[in-house]
């Protein structure tokens, strides 16, 4: 089972995509690594030579509290304030050790396009990228940025891989460090 595990993970950050880790969630039309729980939170960290890559997948409830296009001025303001707050660099803060620089982020949900079509749920996609001048060093991520920001996100499960190895955590606030490897 373990060995299955490392392979979904593998091939769930090679593809992009693990279908077959998809049953029993709900259809959201797309592919999800795990089913559409509100409040929990899928994070892939992926350490590369000296590119930390690390990607959110969120419920649009977890990071806005509602899953549709903003109606009102205060909703679009809301919306427009997550995806500037997840497109900046307070979110994530790794290792000082490792000595990583912010290089970019993205954050986007088809739920927020103008005239989109949303169903019964939908997903907001993140990523942040950084240098890191020492990888090796690098053992644990801070995500009290994340967590303060959007207090909606309760159960955050994270898959982590660097050439230490590969890790799977599950943090439930108030815990907000993620650390592998020790
Ligand atoms: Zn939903």
Redesign the pocket.
């Given at each position: 089972m373990k060995t299955l595990n490392r392979w979904l993970v593998t091939a769930g950050l090679v593809l992009g995509a693990a279908p077959v880790l998809a049953a029993g969630a709900?259809d959201?039309g797309h592919e999800h690594a795990q089913a559409?729980v509100?409040g929990a939170v899928q994070l892939e960290v992926a350490l590369d030579g000296p590119t930390l890559s690390i990607a959110l997948e969120a419920?649009?409830?977890s990071i806005l509290g509602f899953?549709r296009a903003p109606r009102t001025a205060s909703e679009k303001q809301a919306a427009q304030d997550a995806l500037t707050a997840l497109r900046g660099n307070a979110l994530f803060a790794p290792d000082a050790a490792a000595g990583c620089v912010f290089k970019s982020a993205t954050a986007d949900s088809e739920a927020l396009q103008p005239g989109a079509k949303v169903g019964?749920?939908?997903?907001l996609d993140a990523t942040a990228e950084f240098t890191c001048a020492k990888p090796e060093q690098l053992r644990r991520i801070d995500l009290s940025g994340l967590m303060t920001r959007f207090k909606r996100i309760q159960r955050l499960q994270a898959q982590v891989v660097t050439p230490q190895g590969q890790f799977k955590q599950t943090l439930k606030r108030p815990a907000q460090t993620l650390t592998w490897g020790r």
């Open positions: 709900h959201h559409h509100h419920p649009l409830d899953e019964e749920h939908a997903d």
